[in-house]
């Protein structure tokens, strides 16, 4: 079975230093994985996927993440957090049968001024 | 143009009431999705239909009951509401050959 865990509940940065949400997946298959951002009482919105091309994503806003096999690790990075970031992150992964989404607990992201 | 919207986005609704909540999408995908999160943010999926056909079902009560018209549309209906059932619905869609997953901006549901 597939699962993600992230490591961290909350994670509190100073604006303008980098922000590191660490994750790590267990899959059979090669995985496709996504970090999500929920900003309070909003929607999910996709920053960044992987999927088995190049292993450093790229999304938006700055950020990204890096696949890493040897160490079953997606963690996601960015090098200044902005107040904007503050929101809830979460590292998914596909399952690939039936195409379901298995979501980690979710990191919290707070930025401090 | 919203991709996946979902009505209503907030629910106060007594125990013991029938309620649904809507879902259509314009992104043309075939597959859609019901996700649940839970008071401590915990997302997890519910239904899952592919061309309006029933293909992930997690174990979700029976008085939960998603109908899909058609590809584009996805409405969940929820029969005799509990206080457990207060949550943030989530509907989503993608292809199913494809790996992106949209989701709308969720539909507040408390059960009062």
């Known amino acids: 079975a597939q699962s993600v865990t992230q490591l961290d509940s909350h994670v509190s940065v100073s604006e303008g230093t980098p922000v590191l949400l660490r994750c790590n997946y267990s899959?059979?298959?090669?995985?496709?994985l996504f970090w999500y951002v929920q900003h309070p009482n909003k929607g999910l919105q996709l920053l960044l996927k992987y999927t088995s091309a190049a292993t450093l994503v790229k999304g938006i806003n700055g950020f990204e993440a890096e696949f890493k096999k040897s160490e079953t690790s997606f963690h996601l990075t960015k090098p200044s957090a902005h107040m904007s970031d503050a929101a809830e992150y979460f590292c998914?992964?596909?399952?690939?049968?039936?195409?379901?989404?298995?979501f980690g607990q979710g990191t919290e992201l707070s930025v401090k001024p | 143009d919203t991709a996946v919207s979902q009505t209503p986005k907030y629910l106060v609704t007594q125990m013991g009431n029938d309620k649904s909540i809507k879902c259509e999408q314009n992104?043309?995908?075939?597959?859609m999705y019901w996700y649940k999160q839970d008071s401590k943010k915990f997302l997890k999926i519910m239904f899952s239909y592919n061309n309006k056909e029933l293909i992930i079902n997690e174990t979700v009560p029976n008085r939960f009951s998603p109908k899909s018209p058609d590809k584009a549309h996805l409405n969940l209906h929820i029969n005799s509401l509990e206080l457990g059932d207060s949550a943030v619905y989530f509907c989503?869609?993608?292809?199913?050959?494809?790996?992106?997953?949209?989701f709308g901006e969720g539909s507040w549901l408390t059960v009062v």
């Open positions: 998914v992964v596909k399952d690939n049968q039936g195409g379901k989404l298995i």
């Open positions: 989503a869609s993608g292809r199913e050959s494809g790996n992106t997953i949209y």
């Open positions: 992104l043309g995908h075939d597959t």
């Open positions: 899959s059979s298959y090669s995985p496709s």
